[in-house]
């Protein structure tokens, strides 16, 4: 049996690799005795020699030959270890459910997206590659092969090339459109701010130009009405260089009915799926539709696990008042599954609670039972009458009939939120709160103030989204990587001709903002 292949020398890499990740042992700090480690792992000391030998190989130890081995590096996640030979697919597999090269993939994506190679421009060779990330040729050779498949990079003689910046025909149009279920929810249809911006600008860089549209759905049917100027339908197809779709609702019976009304007009449609739920009809896995998808996976989870076990956080509470979509559910798969793999398996603590699809007519119900509406009206006409006539005017029709039941929705939501933090904040040994976004991370922020709780001195408090107000309060926060996947949609409707069907959905990796709300301890 090969020793790759052995379960013995396997176990013995994860309980190396885990030990270093998890802060056991830090950078310059000899590792105890080969016998102590073997014990620990429940492997023979021959086995956990092999081991060590082979870290020292990747420049993760040094030492040796009769002497500890010394800890060379802060963490292993990027080096070709832990690895599970799966002989269907001849791939080495990671704990943390990564390939190799897709790492790889990604680090090299993150590069040319933030202009470390420009465009037009070579690639580091093969060898130079295989130095950096220290694995082998064909795992180079298929993260290389994978970013060609996407239109990134393009082959140049024994290496490869970044593709030169696209540009759009004169005249030309992307077409942005999404899903809203009701008419006076037009001017708020759940577009996330951050998408449109990076779009609006990814669009005009490559000189073409960005409308905007929304498919509203009456009860009589749909109508299509676009943001800008209320046109009721698309522009000519010889206009119309590609459809961007954001899917934000898993539940929308209508979204696929959409799409296929989309799809059949031939132009290459780039979906983007930020709630885990939207799924294609066999039919749209074609050559001109791809889709890419972002906070969905457990990897965010995985990643943002990672960054508080690496400053000293043993016992988390993970909170969520969405656990019933998908994204919810495997974020925290991805940090339960860290800290398992660290040994703190008992460490992540969950605190959750679903929000069924008719939570506005539920909550509006409980509460008008124990609520003076007639309060919320004087406060609204209060304030409205504080405005402009002219705004006035154009607010009261849209907001004037909902505002009472968005005021009683929130306030109830609130309450339940609360009860949430009251339960983590009771667990005395939990030193950080995952918030399943940045607004329950915000809504986090106020409790433990008018709790006279510091943070991050007594909880430090981590968010996903990354949204505008973060930077405003200083949270640390999870970036989506907006950028890098709106440059992907677009360079994919741009590109069609030299990009691979595929039926897998694309990911960018993320990063986090690490601000105020996370301390090292």
């Not at 081995?69 to 697919?89: P, T």
Request: one cysteine or more; glycine letters at 6%; proline letters at 4%.
């Amino acid at each position: 049996m090969n020793i790759r292949t052995n379960p013995a020398f396997q176990r013995a890499q994860r309980y190396i690799a885990a030990e270093i990740n998890s802060g056991r042992y830090t950078k310059n700090m000899p590792l105890p005795a080969m016998k102590k480690l073997a014990a620990e792992a429940g492997v023979s000391e021959n086995t956990m020699l092999k081991a060590a030998r082979f870290f020292r190989t990747k420049g993760a130890l040094s030492g040796g030959n009769g002497e500890n081995y010394i800890v060379d590096v802060g963490s292993i996640d990027n080096l070709e270890v832990d690895c599970d030979f799966n002989a269907q697919s001849s791939e080495y597999h990671c704990s943390n459910s990564t390939y190799i090269w897709q790492r790889i993939r990604d680090s090299i994506r993150k590069d040319i997206f933030s202009s470390k190679y420009a465009p037009s421009s070579l690639l580091p060779t093969m060898l130079e590659f295989q130095n950096h990330y220290r694995a082998s040729f064909r795992t180079v050779r298929k993260a290389l092969l994978s970013l060609a498949s996407e239109g990134i990079i393009v082959p140049r003689g024994k290496s490869y090339a970044v593709v030169a910046a696209s540009k759009a025909p004169a005249g030309k149009k992307i077409i942005f459109f999404t899903l809203a279920s009701r008419s006076d929810s037009f001017a708020d249809s759940g577009i996330p701010e951050q998408f449109l911006r990076e779009l609006g600008h990814a669009v005009f860089a490559c000189g073409a130009s960005l409308e905007i549209y929304t498919y509203l759905w009456e009860e009589d049917g749909h109508c299509l009405r676009s943001r800008r100027n209320g046109k009721a339908d698309f522009p000519p197809d010889d206009e119309i260089l590609g459809f961007v779709y954001l899917s934000v609702n898993p539940f929308d019976p209508k979204r696929h009915e959409v799409l296929a009304h989309v799809h059949h007009r031939g132009k290459p449609v780039a979906i983007l799926d930020i709630s885990g739920g939207l799924g294609l009809p066999l039919f749209m896995y074609r050559k001109n539709v791809r889709l890419f998808t972002a906070a969905v996976s457990k990897h965010p989870g995985i990643l943002a696990a990672r960054f508080l076990l690496d400053r000293g956080h043993r016992s988390v509470a993970y909170i969520s008042p969405y656990h019933d979509s998908p994204w919810s559910k495997n974020r925290l798969n991805g940090i339960k599954e860290v800290y398992a793999d660290a040994g703190h398996g008992a460490g992540v603590s969950c605190f959750a609670f679903s929000l069924p699809p008719s939570i506005h007519d539920t909550y509006r119900k409980q509460a008008e039972e124990r609520s003076n509406i007639n309060a919320f009206e004087f406060c609204y006409r209060q304030w409205l009458s504080t405005l402009p006539r002219t705004y006035q005017q154009v607010i009261d029709p849209v907001v004037g009939s909902e505002l009472k039941a968005h005021l009683i929705t929130l306030g109830e939501f609130r309450d339940r939120l609360n009860s949430l933090f009251s339960q983590a904040l009771a667990q005395n040994e939990i030193t950080a709160w995952i918030a399943a976004n940045d607004q329950t991370a915000l809504a986090a922020l106020d409790f433990l103030a008018e709790n006279n709780i510091k943070v991050p001195e007594r909880i430090s408090v981590f968010g996903f989204d990354d949204s505008r107000e973060t930077l405003q309060r200083g949270l640390t926060s999870f970036n989506f990587n907006m950028r890098a996947i709106v440059q992907l949609m677009v360079s994919f409707i741009l590109n069609i001709h030299s990009v691979r069907q595929t039926r897998k959905p694309l990911e960018v990796d993320g990063i986090v903002a690490d601000r105020l709300t996370v301390r090292k301890l």
